[in-house]
Nanobody
Framework: QVRLVESGGGLVQAGGSLDLSCAGSGSIVRLGAMGWYRQAPGKQRELVAQMSSMGSTDYGDSVKGRVTISVDNVEKTGFLQMNGLRPEDTAVYYC???????????????WGQGTQVTVSS
């Protein structure tokens, strides 16, 4: 069964760094776009970073200059490096990816289980 498995996250002090990863699991033919959104309590889900299948990147305004997304297409894994973290970065971070499963060969949007990032002041 194809799915996304997230790891990383946790508690960090303001100004610190955290790395998140998101790995495609199962029989996957192709990885397309991949990225992260986040959602804080009482707020809408917002874009953190994403990378298209062609390698172009897009970052949310609130994190520009502080986060970097990279993707290993062979391992079908994405990485999110976050620096200079602020208390307002506290949220559940969800990765997504467009994966093409071997059995269907249909590009399909998947979401990870989410990982909590907490930044203390």
């Amino acid at each position: 069964q194809v799915r996304l498995v997230e790891s990383g996250g946790g508690l960090v002090q303001a100004g610190g760094s955290l790395d998140l990863s998101c790995a495609g699991s199962g029989s996957i033919v192709r990885l397309g776009a991949m990225g992260w959104y986040r959602q804080a309590p009482g707020k809408q889900r917002e874009l953190v970073a994403q990378m298209s299948s062609m390698g172009s990147t897009d970052y949310g305004d609130s994190v520009k200059g502080r986060v970097t997304i990279s993707v290993d297409n062979v391992e079908k894994t994405g990485f999110l490096q976050m620096n200079g973290l602020r208390p307002e970065d506290t949220a559940v971070y969800y990765c997504y990816a467009v994966l093409t499963p071997l059995d269907s060969e249909i590009p399909t949007h998947y979401w990870g289980q989410g990982t909590q990032v907490t930044v203390s002041s």
